[in-house]
T-cell receptor, first 115, second 111 residues
Framework: GAVVSQHPSWVICKSGTSVKIECRSL??????MFWYRQFPKQSLMLMAT?????????EQGVEKDKFLINHASLTLSTLTVTSAHPEDSSFYIC???????????FGPGTRLTVL | SQQGEEDPQALSIQEGENATMNCSYK?????LQWYRQNSGRGLVHLILIRSNEREKHSGRLRVTLDTSKKSSSLLITASRAADTASYFC???????????FGGGTRLMVKP
């Protein structure tokens, strides 16, 4: 099956710094990638939809200037958490849609801890 | 608000028993998918059922979909300790589009 990777898998940073998370589709081209956030013991909440070569579409309540998304190629989307604060600590998961299909393939997630 | 609501929120059973989880949603959908997540890990896709399908099987998994009631169920038969995880339903409003996740059911299978 299709494989999606994320890097890093775990990051700890100080408050105020920016953190970049990469999402890669390893064996297929993904025109659309999705970014989710999951707080402990809660479900996944969609943050934004990332389309290759165009601006991301953000869900209501998600600050686009704080969560910068770049989908520069068909295999890579990045999420940058700018000026991270402790309340941004969460599990960030990306997914990539299979070409022409309904299924989304999920990355293993990135755990962000902001001190 | 979340599209899907799942019940129960938590389920504890003995190994060998069957586990049934339910998911309800609010709007018309194109497809409904079930995922498993082990603690602190990524999601594993289990099964996808389209809106024109009523039942689907995959190994020990059986999924039903009732679009008139806007509900789905996931049945895991002959459960194993390794099935211990959180299970989420997710609805797709259109083919290949974003998914909206339910709150999840935390399943514990005791050996």
């Amino acid at each position: 099956g299709a494989v999606v990777s994320q890097h890093p898998s775990w990051v700890i940073c100080k408050s105020g710094t920016s953190v970049k998370i990469e999402c890669r589709s390893l064996d297929f081209q993904a025109t659309t990638m999705f970014w989710y956030r999951q707080f402990p013991k809660q479900s996944l909440m969609l943050m934004a939809t990332s389309n290759e070569g165009s601006k991301a579409t953000y869900e209501q309540g998600v600050e686009k200037d704080k969560f910068l998304i770049n989908h520069a190629s068909l295999t890579l989307s990045t999420l940058t958490v700018t000026s991270a604060h402790p309340e941004d600590s969460s599990f960030y998961i990306c997914s990539a849609r299979s070409p022409g299909g309904n299924e989304q393939f999920f990355g293993p997630g990135t755990r962000l801890t902001v001190l | 608000s979340q599209q899907g609501e799942e019940d129960p929120q938590a389920l504890s059973i003995q190994e060998g028993e069957n586990a049934t989880m339910n998911c309800s949603y609010k709007t018309s959908i194109n497809n409904l998918q079930w995922y498993r997540q082990n603690s602190g890990r990524g999601l594993v896709h289990l099964i996808l059922i389209r809106s024109n399908e009523r039942e689907k099987h995959s190994g020990r998994l059986r999924v039903t979909l009732d679009t008139s009631k806007k509900s789905s169920s996931l049945l895991i038969t002959a459960s194993r300790a390794a099935d211990t995880a959180s299970y989420f339903c997710a609805t797709g409003l259109s083919a290949g589009n974003m998914l909206t996740f339910g709150g999840g059911t935390r399943l514990m299978v005791k050996p």
